[in-house]
């Protein structure tokens, strides 16, 4: 979609800052600006505050409107293939891919796919089901829960939520199995090692003459 061919019947009629960042590739903090200097209306009483989209569309299809905005940056960064759409930005300390959103660093991931599919549900989080998380190809994407993303994952905790055995070979079933420190634990070892304890323990006392 370019700025010369908004559908106006196919689009809201009002829109809340985030949602124009989705649908027209602009930084929402623009928006507000546009406010204050009375160039769009906000729409009384709405919380988040909407404004009229007409307003907003008249502004960027204007021919004064900057050419590099957020949809122009994302697109110049991705390299795009037919597997997986490779970021060539800005990398966080986890390796995703980051974009700057209204001055904030803003998942690269998370924008491709609100912009191109919508909004992520409530309580979910993206799963790359590539593996590679530099990728921004929405069809690579799935929202899940958090659990359910960190059992798909190659860490270590997801490693351990699958097993069925302790290292000692109990099996993790409900008689057997408790929660400590959030880990699950198993109750024959836990036993084993209080009787160890205990044995040790009477030993100790024997040997200072505590007991015949």
């Known amino acids: 979609m370019t700025r010369e061919s908004f559908d106006m019947e196919s689009l809201p009629e009002t829109v809340i800052a985030s949602e124009a960042a989705r649908i027209f590739g602009i930084d929402d903090a623009n928006v507000y600006r546009w406010a204050k200097k009375g160039e769009v209306t906000p729409v009384e009483g709405s919380k988040p505050r909407r404004f009229l989209t007409a307003d907003i569309v008249a502004i960027i299809t204007r021919p004064s409107y900057p050419t590099r905005d957020l949809n122009a940056r994302f697109w110049n960064k991705v390299n795009k293939s037919e597997g997986c759409w490779l970021w060539a930005g800005g990398l966080d300390s986890h390796g995703y891919g980051t974009i700057k ?31 590679v998380r530099r990728c921004v190809n929405p069809a690579h994407l799935e929202p899940v829960s958090h659990r359910e993303n960190s059992l798909r994952s190659n860490s270590l905790a997801a490693a351990n939520a699958v097993k069925t055995h302790c290292k000692n070979g109990h099996e993790f079933n409900e008689t057997n199995t408790y929660y400590w420190g959030g880990h699950r634990q198993c109750r024959v070892c836990r036993n084993a090692v209080g009787a160890r304890k205990q044995r040790k323990a009477r030993l100790a006392r024997r040997q200072l003459g505590g007991e015949g």
């Open 101 to 131: 959103v209204s001055g904030r660093k803003y998942g690269a991931h998370r924008w491709s796919y609100e912009y191109l599919v919508g909004p992520i549900p409530d309580g979910l989080e993206l799963d790359h089901l590539c593996r």
